[in-house]
């Protein structure tokens, strides 16, 4: 967006053409009437009638004609909401620098290989395809710098969400992208409202001129006379990995006398040393999603309020006989608690807290403190560590200490044990591997991977490599998969996380899958951790959108002086991952009488795309996807599946809505 003009340009055609086009409605089935989306071409428009979940009416109706606004209206009845309407695109190319998983790479440093470009369309045929009771309709005539293709929109019946997409492809190698979109619409500009990074609502005139603005939630409202609308990204999937979750301002807004643009941006660059954009693989979809929430009702605060349900305003939600741990965070707490004192609320508990989290699993001496240190040094600093985890846990938020140790085993790996535990990072010549201190009990010196393995044992730690495939553990754990520490049941598996960013996936964090898949077919039984991995938090920051959190069965949050029920959760794997919209709350996967039966119990906010079974045979991956398409917004059911899977091994389920939110559970062991 920058300080330029984003319109979606139409570009000129012989009067004639429009006559000439004909939708394309193979692809489309009719369904009842009030329970479905019905499409209909009528003459020079193409017409989408649907209800809501209040059975009000509504209305889309597209432009055939090319030298015209694509939406001519979306309406309520007689009432339009929005008229005259364009939707806008913009992209910035850049090439990727290290392979497809590579998070050290920064293409905005390299300007040689950028570029940008604003959408241009002209419109060259349309179709309308059904999927399951839900129908998308495409224009084709989209033309995006090195992509082309086209826009697309998606209606739910008995919604007002509507999901647009540039559904795009290039062909270019090893190319990394960021893209901007929204709407272009016609007539004096509405009012807006959105929240600021304080969590206030804000109402006010759009203005004149263009402005970004960082907001909370990373959604806008607009209200004229007889409707209304809310505007905002797919809440995850947007959000490319970064280190720290400064909000950038990701919203924009340009008004003059008889229009209005508004939708949301990234940026070229966020002053960090690592920004690694979005990945296109040659020949890859690339669907670039907005969502618009629509209203009869001129309030544009009442459309936030209905944009917020599908991220439950951002809270992870309560789960009965669950608690909720997010975990990789380098906040330097120790070092901070002994220059600060033990009784300050550290910065990120009450923004952890609003979140919906109750366990935060923190990772110090990662660039602070001196965990290098063989002496007092490193043993104050472990003092200060458990002090202040257990002086600042209470009976809401628990705060479990854990280190990203990376030492002797390779790569970037994690350490938790089930009770604080005092060791060295080094052994110096001489030590012996344990030592015995009067105040703190054993003190371990680890000089090599054996006494890494052997105090792990010892103390009934948990080890899983952080950031797997990527990062500093690029190739990890792959060079180590024949090690004794390896393949020791206390080597618990891996984190997840989404990164890289590929929007022609319908899922999220397909790296850690990959792995995940590989080690159970190397005939091991380990476990994907949901991480979040960043370095600094406030109130203030876009952190929701790179969350990710475990629901841990726990009937009740342990205390401090009891977080081994965490270490046993974990141990078991009774738990599963999720990015907040899609719950999990009950699954089994059986295998008797030579049939495999899988059961899951779902909520969701979004409406869903699919389940998925993956499963391995020890040699080869392979999946069965189950539609979902006919699932509503704001749901819950349980469903059953037989999967036809033959001579599997393991097997683990996965949920996933149209915005690539979703829920995963833990690979399980075919039993006899």
């Known amino acids: 967006m920058k300080n330029i003009a984003l319109l979606m340009?139409?570009?000129?055609?012989?009067?004639?053409?429009?006559?000439?086009?004909?939708?394309?409605?193979?692809?489309?089935r009719a369904g009842p009437p009030g329970a479905s989306v019905r499409v209909e071409q009528q003459g020079e428009t193409l017409v989408v009638d649907w209800t809501d979940e209040a059975s009000r009416p509504w209305r889309a109706v597209f432009s055939l004609d090319p030298e015209a606004a694509l939406i001519r209206e979306m309406a309520t009845g007689s009432a339009p909401v929005i008229e005259n309407a364009q939707p806008i695109y913009a992209v910035t190319t850049g090439r990727r620098r290290g392979g497809w998983d590579a998070f050290f790479d920064h293409p905005g440093r390299r300007p040689e290989e950028m570029h940008s470009a604003t959408g241009r369309f002209l419109l060259a045929g349309a179709r309308a395809r059904s999927a399951g009771n839900r129908v998308e309709v495409s224009f084709d005539g989209l033309h995006l710098g090195l992509f082309s293709g086209a826009v697309a929109y998606t209606f739910f019946p008995r919604s007002r969400l509507v999901q647009q997409e540039a559904v795009v492809?290039?062909?270019t190698p090893d190319l990394a992208y960021y893209y901007d979109t929204g709407l272009r619409t016609a007539g004096p500009p509405p009012r807006l409202a959105w929240y600021d990074t304080s969590?206030?609502?804000?109402?006010?005139?759009?203005?004149?001129?263009?402005?970004?603005?960082?907001?909370?939630?990373?959604?806008?409202?607009?209200?004229?006379?007889a409707g209304s609308l809310a505007l905002f990204p797919a809440p995850h999937q947007y959000f490319f990995a970064r280190d720290v979750t400064t909000n950038l301002g990701h919203l924009w807004r340009r008004a003059g006398p008889n229009f209005l643009e508004m939708g949301v941006r990234q940026l070229a660059d966020d002053g960090t040393r690592f920004y690694p954009w979005m990945n296109a693989p040659p020949g890859t979809e690339q669907r670039m999603a907005l969502f618009l929430i629509l209203g009869a009702g001129a309030s544009a605060a009442e459309r936030l309020r209905d944009a917020l349900r599908y991220t439950n305003e951002d809270r992870f939600p309560v789960l009965p006989g669950y608690q909720t741990m997010a975990t990789h965070w380098h906040f330097g707490y120790a070092v901070r608690a002994m220059r600060e004192g033990f009784d300050k609320i550290p910065f990120f508990k009450p923004v952890l807290k609003q979140m919906g989290i109750n366990i935060a699993m923190i990772m110090d001496f990662h660039g602070d403190g001196h965990p290098q240190d063989t002496g007092q040094v490193r043993l104050e600093e472990l003092d200060a560590l458990f002090e202040a985890c257990r002086a600042q846990s209470d009976p809401e938020f628990l705060i479990l200490p854990a280190e990203e140790a990376n030492v002797h085993l390779g790569g970037h790996w994690a350490l938790f044990f089930p009770r604080p535990v005092y060791w060295y990072h080094r052994r110096p010549e001489g030590r012996p591997f344990v030592t015995t201190d009067p105040r703190r009990g054993n003190l371990y010196s680890t000089g090599s991977a054996a006494d890494m393995l052997e105090l792990v044992r010892r103390e009934q730690g948990l080890m899983w490599q952080t950031h797997p495939r990527t990062k500093g553990s690029t190739g990890y754990p792959d060079l180590i998969r024949h090690t004794d520490y390896?393949?020791?049941?206390?080597?618990?598996?891996?984190?997840w996380k989404q990164m890289p960013s590929d929007l022609s996936s319908p899922r999220?964090?397909?790296?850690?899958?990959?792995?995940?898949?590989?080690?159970?077919n190397w005939g091991l039984t380990k476990r994907l951790l949901g991480e979040v991995d960043v370095f600094r938090i406030d109130e203030t920051h876009e952190l929701y959108a790179h969350m990710n959190v475990n629901y841990l069965r726990l009937p009740s949050l342990p205390s401090f002086d009891n977080y081994a029920a965490v270490a046993q959760a974990l141990e078991k794997g009774d738990y599963f991952v999720t990015t907040g919209e899609v719950l999990i709350p009950e699954h089994s996967i059986?295998?008797?009488d030579g049939r495999t039966r899988a059961r899951a119990s779902l909520r969701w906010t979004?409406?869903?795309?699919?389940?998925?079974?993956?499963?391995?045979?020890?040699?080869?991956?392979?999946?069965?996807?189950?539609?979902?398409?006919?699932?509503p917004a704001f749901g819950r059911a349980d469903y059953e599946w037989e999967i036809p899977a033959g001579e599997w091994?393991?097997?683990?389920?996965?949920v996933w809505d149209v915005a690539a939110n979703g829920a995963f559970t833990l690979p399980v062991r075919r039993q006899p």
Not at 17 to 25: P, R, S, T
């Open 9 to 28: 340009t139409a570009a000129l055609a012989p009067a004639a053409m429009w006559a000439a086009i004909k939708v394309d409605l193979t692809g489309y």
């Open 169 to 171: 492809r290039a062909g």
């Open 199 to 225: 969590g206030q609502l804000i109402a006010a005139e759009a203005g004149q001129g263009y402005q970004a603005w960082s907001v909370r939630h990373r959604m806008v409202g607009a209200g004229w006379k």
């Open 486 to 495: 390896f393949l020791d049941p206390r080597y618990f598996g891996a984190g």
């Open 508 to 520: 999220l964090g397909e790296r850690s899958f990959r792995l995940l898949d590989d080690m159970n």
């Open 590 to 592: 059986e295998y008797r």
């Open 606 to 631: 979004f409406p869903l795309r699919m389940a998925e079974a993956v499963w391995g045979d020890g040699v080869y991956t392979k999946r069965r996807t189950i539609a979902l398409a006919e699932t």
């Open 649 to 654: 091994k393991w097997m683990r389920l996965a």
